[in-house]
Nanobody, 125 residues
Framework: VQLQASGGGLVQAGDSLRLSCAAS????????IGWFRRAPGKEREFVAA????????VHADSLKGRFTISRDRSQNTVYLQMNSLGPEDTAVYYC???????????????????WGQGTKVTVSS
């Protein structure tokens, strides 16, 4: 499966953005899809993940209430809705996917074989 992340941009603190992760080459059926981010000078960080079939989700504790992952079967796309953005959310956001990831491992980037190219989000104060 090939992943295409989009929707990033330059916004002001307090704004919202919705990122998209579209699949090509294969439907998302049976996959788990995760969003990760890497801020300048920092380690890659888990953001959220969803199991396509069951729509089971998991979100980073620090982002709960502001970030929400969802999926649209008709579009074969996973979304990351980001609200109340702050400068600390500035990062390159990546979507990733793989099959057969157990729930407790959805936060682990090493479990994902397929990665998109990333979309940059910059939040100005």
């Amino acid at each position: 499966v090939q992943l295409q992340a989009s929707g990033g941009g330059l916004v002001q603190a307090g704004d919202s953005l919705r990122l998209s992760c579209a699949a090509s080459g294969s439907p998302f059926n049976g996959y788990s899809i995760g969003w990760f981010r890497r801020a300048p000078g920092k380690e890659r960080e888990f953001v959220a993940a969803i199991r396509w079939n069951s729509r089971t989700t998991v979100h980073a504790d620090s982002l709960k209430g502001r970030f929400t992952i969802s999926r649209d079967r008709s579009q074969n796309t996973v979304y990351l809705q980001m609200n109340s953005l702050g400068p600390e959310d500035t990062a390159v956001y990546y979507c990733a996917a793989d099959r057969s990831i157990i729930y407790s491992s959805l936060t682990n980037p090493e479990q994902y074989h397929y990665w998109g190219q990333g979309t940059k989000v910059t939040v100005s104060s």
